[in-house]
């Protein structure tokens, strides 16, 4: 894709990436003062539509991630859902997406503050690469970097300079030979993954970290929870997970807006389960993937159309 002619939506207006650039000394960019969403678009070649995902719930999670910094967003979550589905049909998007939303400090200057600097935002959408290679689970690692912790930065805000945390972990995985991490919170219980939710399966019970893990309380892993309960009739446990549980669990995946459900094929080189795709994580996997793609009546407000509007079911 050609990055600089896709229309993007920065300082108020539609235009073009190439315009819509910031300096080298951007508070944002220097210091991590900012915060970010990441929505998905699903394209369905044969009803000629690109279905956005949970468009409410992430924008309602940037404003809380914003007042956390002492931001405002400028826009209310109805006008900003309009003006992502206006950016799609700009851009003429017949595939898979992926939209950053970003609300960040922009004043160019130093100083270490944000009280009194004035903040911009941006939505910037691009052509969706699978984030994890959906043909293969992954062989994880629990990470030496433990989870920022709550007492020091608010993991619960999608923060921008957090995410250093996430890639020190990522980086190391990857260079041991792994695919992904896990990390652990600052007590030692399993937090989350690099950029996604945890879950556990153990005797048909569904386990995932509570919030006070300093888990990012994740948009997939809430509708996650809702299908398993709804449509599995599963129960599920929000606690403190021990790391040795994790070489206990039946089956693993992570959840998130990129990684949609992924399952985890071994941690620390231990097989999970039989080293196979478990039937939880298949069922899951293959529900999520009908909702996100307007297969699932039931769940069609979750759903945002671009092209269309939903149709008006018969009196």
């Given at each position: 894709?050609?990055?600089?002619?896709?229309?993007?939506?920065?300082?108020?207006?539609?235009?073009?990436?190439?315009?819509?650039?910031?300096?080298?000394?951007?508070?944002?960019?220097?210091?991590?003062?900012?915060?970010?969403?990441?929505?998905?678009?699903?394209?369905?070649?044969?009803?000629?539509?690109?279905?956005?995902?949970?468009?409410?719930?992430?924008?309602?999670?940037?404003?809380?991630?914003?007042?956390?910094?002492?931001?405002?967003?400028?826009y209310t979550v109805d006008?900003?859902?309009?003006?992502?589905?206006?950016?799609?049909?700009?851009?003429?998007?017949?595939?898979?997406?992926?939209?950053?939303?970003?609300?960040?400090?922009?004043?160019?200057?130093?100083?270490?503050?944000?009280?009194?600097?004035?903040?911009?935002?941006?939505?910037?959408?691009v052509p969706f690469k699978?984030?994890?290679?959906?043909?293969?689970?992954?062989?994880?690692?629990?990470?030496?970097?433990?989870?920022?912790?709550?007492?020091?930065?608010?993991?619960?805000?999608?923060?921008?300079?957090?995410?250093?945390?996430?890639?020190?972990?990522?980086?190391?995985?990857?260079?041991?030979?792994?695919?992904?991490?896990?990390?652990?919170?600052?007590?030692?219980?399993?937090?989350?993954?690099?950029?996604?939710?945890?879950?556990?399966?153990?005797?048909?019970?569904?386990?995932?970290?509570?919030?006070?893990?300093?888990?990012?309380?994740?948009?997939?892993?809430?509708?996650?929870?809702?299908?398993?309960?709804?449509?599995?009739?599963?129960?599920?446990?929000?606690?403190?997970?021990?790391?040795?549980?994790?070489?206990?669990?039946?089956e693993i995946f992570f959840?998130?807006?990129?990684?949609?459900?992924?399952?985890?094929?071994?941690?620390?080189?231990?097989?999970?389960?039989?080293?196979?795709?478990?039937?939880?994580?298949?069922?899951?996997?293959?529900?999520?993937?009908?909702?996100?793609?307007?297969?699932?009546?039931?769940?069609?407000?979750?759903?945002?159309?671009?092209?269309?509007?939903?149709?008006?079911?018969?009196?």
């Open positions: 894709m050609d990055l600089d002619s896709t229309i993007v939506f920065a300082r108020g207006a539609f235009r073009r990436y190439d315009e819509a650039k910031v300096g080298l000394l951007t508070h944002g960019l220097q210091y991590g003062t900012g915060c970010f969403e990441g929505l998905r678009g699903y394209w369905v070649p044969a009803d000629r539509e690109l279905f956005l995902v949970l468009l409410r719930d992430h924008y309602e999670r940037l404003r809380t991630s914003a007042k956390i910094l002492l931001m405002q967003l400028p006008e900003l859902i309009d003006i992502t589905i206006d950016l799609c049909k700009r851009n003429g998007f017949e595939t898979d997406v992926y939209i950053r939303p970003c609300i960040f400090k922009s004043a160019e200057d130093i100083g270490v503050r944000l009280h009194n600097v004035p903040d911009e935002l941006a939505i910037i959408p699978p984030y994890l290679d959906p043909r293969k689970g992954l062989d994880v690692c629990v990470s030496s970097w433990r989870r920022a912790d709550d007492t020091m930065a608010p993991p619960r805000a999608k923060i921008t300079g957090l995410y250093v945390n996430s890639a020190l972990a990522k980086s190391e995985a990857v260079v041991n030979g792994y695919d992904e991490a896990i990390l652990l919170s600052h007590d030692g219980h399993v937090s989350e993954g690099t950029a996604e939710n945890v879950f556990l399966v153990r005797r048909g019970v569904l386990y995932t970290p509570d919030p006070s893990q300093n888990v990012l309380e994740g948009c997939t892993r809430r509708a996650i929870m809702d299908i398993a309960r709804s449509e599995l009739g599963m129960e599920i446990v929000e606690r403190s997970i021990d790391r040795g549980e994790l070489y206990c669990a039946d959840t998130g807006t990129a990684a949609g459900v992924h399952r985890v094929a071994s941690v620390d080189r231990r097989p999970v389960g039989n080293g196979k795709i478990g039937p939880v994580t298949r069922r899951l996997s293959e529900i999520y993937h009908r909702v996100v793609t307007g297969r699932e009546p039931r769940y069609q407000d979750w759903l945002t159309r671009t092209y269309a509007p939903a149709a008006t079911p018969p009196l």
